[in-house]
T-cell receptor, first 112, second 111 residues
Framework: SAVISQKPSRDICQRGTSLTIQCQVDSQVTMMFWYRQQPGQSLTLIATANQGSEATYESGFVIDKFPISRPNLTFSTLTVSNMSPEDSSIYLC?????????FGPGTRLLVL | TQLLEQSPQFLSIQEGENLTVYCNSSSVFSSLQWYRQEPGEGPVLLVTVVTGGEVKKLKRLTFQFGDARKDSSLHITAAQPGDTGLYLCAGGGSGNTPLVFGKGTRLSVIA
């Protein structure tokens, strides 16, 4: 299995501020994915991050709001910018290993 | 876009009862996955079904993939409080392509 860690595990933020979430994988991987899980909901893909290129965003998500970095093959960050209460969610990073998709424990964000 | 419809969305049952969760789509999937997510954790893979008509068992959990590979079901026998969680079906992923998830079934098993 792939071991994925995320920091912070949770945070409470004020509206208008930004939060950067870090994701670390225990080995090199090609693709990393960022998902959002709103309260009581399923997972929605935000973007796909490939090392060395710009992230690919899904419909409804834009780079200005959710900038992503992928500086190397084991690490990625997702920033939630200019936050509003609607951004309160769990944010999960994910990757593949041997045809199985694994998930980090998530970052639980509350925006006041 | 491939969509997955899951039902029921919520399920509250007594310990010892049986239940079935359904995952349906109008699209054909090369495989479907079932994940379980507990509070404060990311989803954890339970099983992957790849062959039409396939049945896989994991202790008290039985997973079935439809013959046409458009639907799947999860049956739990004699549910226990430890089965409580969010059950998610997912498909459309392969190698570098991320999974698409159904809306999930939130199961609560009451002792």
């Amino acid at each position: 299995s792939a071991v994925i860690s995320q920091k912070p595990s949770r945070d409470i933020c004020q509206r208008g501020t930004s939060l950067t979430i870090q994701c670390q994988v225990d080995s090199q991987v090609t693709m990393m994915f960022w998902y959002r899980q709103q309260p009581g909901q399923s997972l929605t893909l935000i973007a796909t991050a490939n090392q060395g290129s710009e992230a690919t965003y899904e419909s409804g998500f834009v780079i200005d709001k959710f900038p992503i970095s992928r500086p190397n093959l084991t690490f990625s960050t997702l920033t939630v910018s200019n936050m509003s209460p609607e951004d309160s969610s769990i944010y999960l990073c994910s990757t593949y290993r041997e045809e199985t998709q694994y998930f980090g424990p998530g970052t639980r964000l509350l925006v006041l | 876009t491939q969509l997955l419809e899951q039902s029921p969305q919520f399920l509250s049952i007594q310990e010892g009862e049986n239940l079935t969760v359904y995952c349906n789509s109008s699209s054909v999937f090369s495989s479907l996955q079932w994940y379980r997510q507990e509070p404060g954790e990311g989803p954890v893979l339970l099983v992957t079904v790849v062959t039409g008509g396939e049945v896989k068992k994991l202790k008290r959990l039985t997973f079935q993939f439809g013959d046409a590979r458009k639907d799947s079901s999860l049956h739990i026998t004699a549910a226990q409080p430890g089965d409580t969680g969010l059950y998610l079906c997912a498909g459309g992923g392969s190698g570098n392509t991320p999974l698409v998830f159904g809306k999930g079934t939130r199961l609560s098993v009451i002792a």
